[in-house]
């Protein structure tokens, strides 16, 4: 059933974090919520910022999404601040912290103590796998230039790295086994890719070095909720459920027509303007926009990065007495990293504790086999294989670390961002876009049509909260005159 034309100045489709902000921003500008809609298609807000919550006991949660709050990004932290939350330190490594590499586990310490053997079977000298991933990076940057570098956060990329792809270029400083060891001791793959160089090292080097971590006391989500709170706290209802489905010219060719479809229900919605804060694979499903050549170039330019997440829920957390009480773990094995889940919120009264698993690039499409169509986020059981397997895999870290034998799961969850309507977990720019332009192609992605596009994937920030911020400030100074963030705002 088709419903009669609604008419509104401006739509924002997508509540994740830049649509939220988005409409958040505009209604504190004083823009009457009457003038906005605000659509999503899902039936919760957040997007990729999302908690899980055992139903087993409402005190055992897990981040699935994003974790971490970094002290170099301004907009996201002043945005915490402003919405009230608390936030504290957030302990991403500890030196106790196991590597778990080609069969082999070691802590953070042996291996910065490995004087006289290799900690890990790489063909790499002791020396580099000691001194781990800043000094393989150090070592391919200042290859490149044959210079020393200011300071950290200064590495400075001058070419190759604004002419080769990211793994060309690498592979030129690096040998094979040095590049295996970097990607293995980040945990990310996509050194092997033909990624913008300039644009993936600067990223890289913004969120390894000189950078503390923090998190909402309460969770990331918390982040999301309060704005969404905020905004129904002006009168404005987000309408769940209604996925953009069409965009077309609107009748009097300066607005917008945007079509949604919610269950048994087709709604459309003339705009005057329209923010889509979409990554590229839910908006190449959006008649009217795939098709377009400029927006196909647009898509081209960023490559979307699988990840699947995991937590699986143990009656008690075992894993103190195996020494590992805070930090993460890191591993070649599917299972990536592992963290332990922070309880938080007023009803942590229980003893069952989660462990959260981080993996990405192919081996996250392990995860993805295990799963049967629909189980994707929801909660699996402990005789699921996929809880089985991760599991069996932890236990594999903890090798001769243990003094008895640890509980049995009782259950887990697993969530893949590969699948609909995210595309990846976050993107990265690839070899031959330009970065710059694309991001103000965005702004105003198709000539004629009052329409913008925002988020994460669209950033020099990308995988970043700040990202999508950056990218939904860009849209609301640049297109609807707003003052910027922080400042003071003149009454719309
Ligand atoms: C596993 C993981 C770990 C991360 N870790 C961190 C971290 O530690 N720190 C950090 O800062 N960032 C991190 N990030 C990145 C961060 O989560 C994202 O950058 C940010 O949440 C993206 O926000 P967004 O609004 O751009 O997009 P999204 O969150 O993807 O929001 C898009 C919204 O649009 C909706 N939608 C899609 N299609 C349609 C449609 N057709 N119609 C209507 N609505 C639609 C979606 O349901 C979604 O709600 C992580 C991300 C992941 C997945």
Redesign the pocket.
Known sequence: MSSPEEWRDIVI???????LYCCWRLLEAGVSPDRIGF????DR?????LGATWPGDPGCKAE???????SG?VL?NALAADLGLATEPAIVFRDHNIVHLRGCSRTRRQISRAWFRKPFDYRVSRYLQRRGIRKLLEKAVRASRRAGHERDRELRFDPPYDQLPLNEAFSRFLTDEELRLLADRLGYSFLHEQLHGNATLAWMADGLFGVRMSWPSSGMSALTDALRAAIEAHGMTIRLG????RVTAGKDGNNASLEFTSPGRMRTIEAGSAVL???PH?LK??EGLGDDDTMAALFGAVAQWP?A?AAVVYPEPWWIEAGFAEGRISTDLAVGQIGIARRHGPETGSQHAALEI?TEGERSGFWRTLLRAGENGQWLGKDHAATREIHRQILKVFDGRLTRNPPLPVDAVVQD?QAD??GG??HLWRHGSTPESAIERARDPVPGLPLSIC???WSLQQ??????LQTAEQVLVGKYGLAPYGTAEAPA
């Open positions: 489709v997508g509540a994740g974090i830049a649509g659509f999503e298609a899902a807000t957040g997007g990729r910022i699935m999404g994003a974790h971490f709050l970094n990004h996201s209604h996925r953009l489905s804060a979409l990554p839910a499903q959006v990840i997440t981080y961002w309507p995210f977990a976050f988020g994460e994937a995988g970043w909260i700040e990202g999508a």
